[in-house]
């Protein structure tokens, strides 16, 4: 089995900063792209950032310039440092992980707990 487990979070102040982070641990062949997203109440889990293993970004548009995605791959983990943080950004945050666990198998989607983030004076 594989777990994504995360870390980081908690409440800010408009205009500050969080980190997150996101470790996978488990029967682990390679993982290709790894993620963040979002769920703020009443709406839709949303792409925050992705990453791909040679390091290719991705970011939605509401949060490019103030986020930034990176992982470690000799340690299967991701982060999410955001800066400048809105109150719009409030939400539970989720990784994201394609992990391959066994040579020639296909990649399969886990994700971790989810933490949440509040932004807000």
């Known amino acids: 089995q594989v777990q994504l487990v995360q870390s980081g979070g908690g409440l800010v102040q408009p205009g500050g900063s969080l980190r997150l982070s996101c470790a996978a641990s488990g029967t682990i062949f390679s993982i290709n792209a790894m993620g963040w997203y979002r769920q703020a109440p009443g709406k839709q889990r949303e792409l925050v950032a992705t990453i791909t293993s040679g390091g290719t970004t991705n970011y939605a548009d509401s949060v490019k310039g103030r986020f930034t995605i990176s992982r470690d791959n000799a340690e299967n983990t991701v982060y999410l440092q955001m800066n400048s943080l809105k109150p719009e950004d409030t939400a539970v945050y989720y990784c994201?992980?394609?992990?391959?666990?066994?040579?020639?198998?296909?990649?399969?989607?886990?994700w971790g707990q989810g933490t949440q983030v509040t932004v807000s004076s």
């Open positions: 994201n992980a394609a992990v391959i666990q066994w040579a020639g198998l296909r990649p399969r989607d886990y």
